[in-house]
């Protein structure tokens, strides 16, 4: 796509206030992650995720734990059983995963990284508070940029291609239709091939017709698509259709997880209704 044409995605940008906010609710942030319009945001929503979880058995926060905490255990053990010491969290937002891990594992490189204006903020609130040094870093990127100094290669050049690196993203994918996040994956597969060993880990909701709550979550991914101004499409049908995907986008592994059928080790409440969201663990 030539780069004048690009798609922007700032519109996207504001949603991280909402759930940076969700994570310092549940102890997973320190109070310097949280914003006004966070706050605000999580208020005036609060009749809607209160009456999804009254009327449907919906908790939307519990959603966003379930994937936020089940990445967080695939990066713990990357990194505990893998060997892993560079970790690069594309479309980090307000997110305090960064902060988390590098506070736990003294030898990590963690690279931060988001649209211009994000980056620049997030950059602001750990340089605030003393906490970006020389292995805790915040760069630009724009995963749909194919030039300039945005696009996904740039990310990587400093980085030590002859050791693993685990690629996150959190709260992205699904806010963009799957040709070009497929282009996206593509992109991130082949730059992946460059190092030691790539693993990528992204949560992912895919289109479920059969789950019960169906009719419901088609009308909450609406209520997401006009609150960002932009849509939310559901990619994939099951199982077979994720791997399949990812495979076709240069992944040679790929796992499917549920993180409902994990929520008790994840420290999580146990669900009654099957899953909605999967966090994908694919390799190169
Ligand atoms: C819902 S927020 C998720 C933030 C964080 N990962 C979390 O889970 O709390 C979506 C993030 O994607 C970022 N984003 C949107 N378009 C992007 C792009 N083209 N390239 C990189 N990041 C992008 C936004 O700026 C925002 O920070």
């Known amino acids: ?5 690009r798609t922007s995605s700032a519109h996207i940008s504001p949603s991280a206030h909402y759930t940076g906010y969700v994570w310092y609710r549940h102890r997973l942030a320190d109070p310097a992650f949280v ?11 609060w009749p809607v995720t209160w009456g999804a979880r009254a009327g449907f058995g919906l908790d939307i926060e519990a959603l966003l734990l379930q994937r936020h905490l089940q990445i967080d255990a695939q ?3 990357a990194i505990e059983q893998g060997g892993v010491r560079q970790v690069v969290e594309i479309a980090c937002g307000l997110s305090p995963r960064g902060r988390r891990f590098c506070t736990r594992y003294p030898h990590l490189q963690y690279l931060e990284a988001d649209l211009p204006a994000m980056a620049a903020r997030k950059r602001l609130l750990l340089h ?5 040094d020389g292995r805790h870093q915040v760069c630009a990127v724009d995963i749909l940029a194919e030039r300039g100094n945005q696009r996904l290669a740039a990310l990587f050049a400093e980085l030590d291609h002859s050791q693993p690196v685990v ?6 994918v699904n806010y963009f239709p799957l040709a070009l996040i497929e282009g996206f994956w593509s992109r991130l597969a082949a730059e992946l091939r460059g190092f030691s060993q790539g693993i990528y880990l992204t949560e992912l909701y895919p289109d479920l017709h059969e789950h019960p709550r169906y009719r419901q979550l088609r009308w909450g991914v609406e209520l997401i698509g006009r609150l960002t101004r932009g849509s939310y499409p559901l990619h994939y049908r099951d199982h077979a259709e994720i791997v399949a995907g990812f495979q076709r986008c240069g992944f040679d592994q790929v796992q499917v997880l549920d993180p409902s059928a994990d929520a008790v080790s994840l420290g999580l409440p146990a669900t009654r209704l099957p899953g909605l969201v999967r966090v994908i663990q694919a390799q190169v």
Not at 1 to 5: C, D, L, N
Not at 35 to 45: A, E, S
Not at 128 to 132: F, P, Y
């Open 1 to 5: 796509m030539p780069e004048r044409a």
């Open 35 to 45: 914003t006004g319009f966070g706050r605000f945001v999580h208020k005036l929503l």
């Open 75 to 77: 990066l713990r053990a």
């Open 128 to 132: 605030g508070e003393g906490w970006l």
């Open 167 to 172: 690629v996150i993203t959190e709260g992205l």
